[in-house]
């Protein structure tokens, strides 16, 4: 810093600055380099302050303030304007709790006409008021500042402006206004005029705020110094100037980022939220060019659900549906638009675009303007490939959180349905390993954890065994023995073993989703079994011979056998095989929505047996 010029030395302003927080941050800034003004109403203790900063009064000024009063705090920017000609930083530190009680106990004999007297609201002056009146002269001062505008605003807020304490009522009400101020006008500044605005929240800290905090405190139980100044520096050192409009909390020795509150009634509450841009013009000005913002009124008409995978077998369920129910559009989404299944599905009026799952832009592109969105991703493909088990698991996390990353920055988006399975790796703490259910649920719980506003109007769907697979997988295909004219099912798992039946992949995830989308937000945070019946290996298989007229024999055989014969793809199906032994993976607990709940039509639904009748003509 002291190879800076005198006018390249940043500038700092701190408001609540004759004692505790602020006098700290005040020193903490000086040692720092930055030329500060200690602000504050107590001109001696002020005085004091800045005399151990810099006695010369260079590089340090203690200017008298009232922050509760507009012309005061005019009177203050003036000042540190015509001292230095710059603004960088703005820490909006002061405050005081309660002058009186508003709960008014000593009252309560008081006659009906004898009012209570007017409450004193300093608290609320100085603590909300001050930090608008502090930031509407801070905007206008950056936005002069040499070398471009901008600059930094940090507000002092507390724990309790979170979490209500009986004890200060008022102040608890002024530090919640506070933080929602930060949040609300932070994005705004730092898109129109590169000022950030952000937020400390404190817990208990040794202040002459109250007396006797060492008393009411436990030592862990309060905010360290050292913290403190950490939180702070979160931001100051915030180069680039990226975050706004951010609130963190400095507890006894570590700093959590608060973020947005996640929504509790899903696409309600983001719609709540949103910017309408003709309103925002109207008491502004100008409109906000927030991302997500709304131009004009939303559109209206028939809504649009994207279908991933929509040419394979779980998303051409859905589309099979979707495409026939009133109130609904589909729009498929596939990485080759001229495919026969692509054409085809254009050809039934539904609309085709191209995204890649490799690709997050041309997702979220694919995705504009949709009110639902279903979501699928194929490890098979990857393993096909040539790639492992576990890299095909690897791989398919990535596409399933690109696809989930792309819908929560979609702004229209209502309800989120993902096609996931159970783990065996978390149901059995890694004593078995289904690589390609396991990664699936990496999905879920990562959307739970770095997207709870997406989970907060997420669905969670778990398919189980395809029939169709009886017919086109050669894994699962009874094979005519050629001496005997039987056809035998050779599979890794005991005959008694019960599997989830997803019946016919070409309506039945249709209906699911259809009901899903019906029920709305009682089906936020649910996983669903896409099946009425629950069927062992033995039981297809007779059902299988007695549609099809042909004698079916059911063979047991080991996973190591199996992975002979038909290598990782067999293994794998081994392992899922061995999970459903171990355990019914598709057991409903109380995370699940049922297909009562859901309104499912059992009449609807084609189980195991019709869907082998459909196939009939393939065996």
């Known amino acids: 810093m002291d190879l800076l010029t005198h006018r390249e030395r940043k500038v700092a302003i701190i408001t609540g600055a004759t004692s505790g927080i602020g006098s700290w941050l005040a020193a903490h800034l000086h040692k720092r380099g930055y030329r500060v003004a200690v602000v504050g109403r107590r001109e001696k203790e002020g005085q004091a302050v800045v005399s151990e900063l810099d006695a010369s009064g260079d590089s340090a000024i203690f200017v008298a303030c009232d922050v509760s009063s507009y012309e005061a705090q005019c009177n203050l920017f003036q000042t540190v304007w015509k001292k230095w000609l710059r603004l960088d930083l703005v820490i909006a530190n002061a405050g005081c709790v309660d002058r009186d009680s508003k709960f008014n106990f000593a009252r309560r004999e008081a006659p009906i006409d004898d009012l209570p007297p007017q409450p004193d609201t300093t608290c609320t002056e100085v603590d909300f008021k001050g930090v608008v009146y502090g930031t509407t002269l801070a905007t206008h001062f950056m936005r002069h500042n040499p070398g471009g505008k901008g600059g930094k605003i940090i507000v002092t807020g507390s724990m309790i402006g979170i979490y209500p304490c009986p004890t200060f009522p008022e102040y608890c009400a002024s530090k919640a206004a506070v933080h929602q101020w930060v949040k609300t006008v932070g994005p705004v500044t730092l898109k129109k005029d590169n000022i950030s605005i952000n937020c400390v929240m404190p817990g208990g800290i040794e202040t002459p705020a109250m007396p006797g905090f060492s008393e009411a405190f436990l030592p862990h139980q309060m905010t360290l110094r050292s913290t403190l100044f950490a939180a702070y520096d979160r931001f100051i050192d915030d180069v ?14 570590k700093i959590y980022e608060w973020g947005l509150p996640g929504y509790k009634s899903g696409a309600f509450a983001k719609r709540t939220e949103k910017v309408y841009e003709p309103w925002f013009s109207l008491v502004h000005g100008e409109n906000s060019e927030l991302p997500g913002a709304l131009s004009g009124p939303p559109a209206k008409g028939p809504k649009i659900i994207a279908v991933t995978g929509a040419t394979g077998s779980q998303g051409g369920g859905v589309a099979n549906v979707m495409k026939n129910v009133e109130g609904w ?10 495919s026969d299944a692509a054409k085809k599905l254009t050809s039934e009026g539904v609309e085709v675009v191209q995204a ?12 504009e ?28 996390e990535e596409q399933g959180m690109k696809l989930a990353r792309a819908a929560a920055r979609t702004d229209t988006l209502e309800h989120y349905i993902w096609s996931t399975t159970p783990s065996a790796k978390r149901m059995f703490r890694g004593k078995l390993l289904t690589p390609h259910m396991d990664y699936k649920a990496n999905i879920d719980a990562r959307i739970k954890s770095e997207l709870p506003n997406l989970a907060a109007m997420t669905t969670y769907l ?16 009874p094979i005519l023995h050629p001496a005997n004219g039987q056809y035998i099912q050779t599979m890794p798992s005991k005959p008694d073993a019960k599997v989830l039946n997803s019946g016919d992949m070409t309506i039945n995830p249709g209906i699911w989703v259809r009901q899903v989308l019906a029920t709305g937000e009682k089906a936020f945070g649910k996983y669903a079994n896409v099946a009425l019946e629950k069927m062992t290996f033995q039981e297809m298989m007779d059902v299988w011979s007695e ?13 190591d056998a199996w992975t002979k014969l038909w290598g990782p793809a067999g293994n794998e199906l081994g392992l899922q095989f061995k999970f459903g032994e171990m355990c019914d993976p598709w057991e409903e607990t109380d995370e699940f929505i049922s297909p009562e709940e859901l309104g499912i039509d059992k009449n609807e639904v084609v189980g195991f047996r019709g869907t082998i009748e459909g196939l009939k003509h393939m065996f």
């Open 462 to 477: 778990y398919f189980g065994y395809y029939p169709q697979n009886m017919a086109y997988f050669p894994l699962i295909k």
């Open 547 to 559: 549609v099809t007229g042909k004698k079916g024999v059911y063979m047991e055989t080991t996973i």
């Open 369 to 396: 303007g949709v009110s639902a969105a279903f979501a699928v991703t194929n490890w098979w493909e990857h393993l096909f490939s040539g790639k492992s088990q576990e890299e095909a698991g690897v791989l398919e």
């Open 329 to 338: 559009k589909v729009r498929a989404i596939t990485r080759n638009t001229n």
């Open 240 to 253: 680039e100037n990226t975050i706004s409009g951010q609130t963190i909390e400095a507890a006894h020795d």
């Open 356 to 367: 890649n799952f490799d690709d997050e832009e041309s997702l979220v592109k694919a995705f």
